[in-house]
């Protein structure tokens, strides 16, 4: 299973995308500002969107959200990114929130999303594939 985020939209507190699995839309993001960190932009703790880059995707538990969640493996200057469920900016730190009807620094439906996609990922697993996202 291949994801790829295609980053689309910039505002001051956060980054706006869409998320496609294997090529079909899927659902809409939310990310901390992208700061060009591949370019050598500078992270600020908490409020940095991750480097664009294609990552490795496994699950885990999470012990800030005592569930299992997909986890992107080998961010560089990150730990534990993860993709979960949230609405505005202030409920990521790096991690990205799925969910629909983007608006300025807001995704809906992010419970619902994610355990679409959840299950999609599981399926993914389950059937000895895997799974990579590709964030540009």
């Known amino acids: 299973m291949h994801i790829k985020l295609f980053r ?4 001051a507190k956060s ?21 060009k960190l591949e370019a050598g932009g500078v992270k600020v703790y ?3 969107a991750i480097p664009r880059g294609t990552y490795p995707v ?3 538990f ?20 993860r993709i979960h469920a949230g609405n505005k900016p202030e409920d990521t730190e790096g991690c990205i ?22 299950n999609k990922i599981m399926a993914a697993i389950d059937a000895g594939e895997k799974v990579t996202i590709e964030v540009s």
């Not at 999470?62 to 990114?81: A, C, E, I």
Request: hydrophobic share 40%.
């Open 8 to 11: 689309s939209t910039f505002t």
């Open 15 to 35: 980054t706006g995308g869409e998320l496609t699995i294997d090529g079909r839309y899927f659902c809409d993001t939310l990310e901390d500002v992208d700061r």
């Open 46 to 48: 908490g409020e940095t």
């Open 58 to 60: 496994v699950v885990s």
């Open 62 to 81: 999470s012990n800030r959200f005592q569930k299992m969640l997909p986890l992107l493996v080998g961010v560089t200057g990150f730990q534990g990114v």
């Open 97 to 118: 929130l799925v969910g629909t009807n983007y608006a300025a620094d807001f995704v809906h439906d992010s419970r619902a999303t994610f355990a679409k996609l959840m």
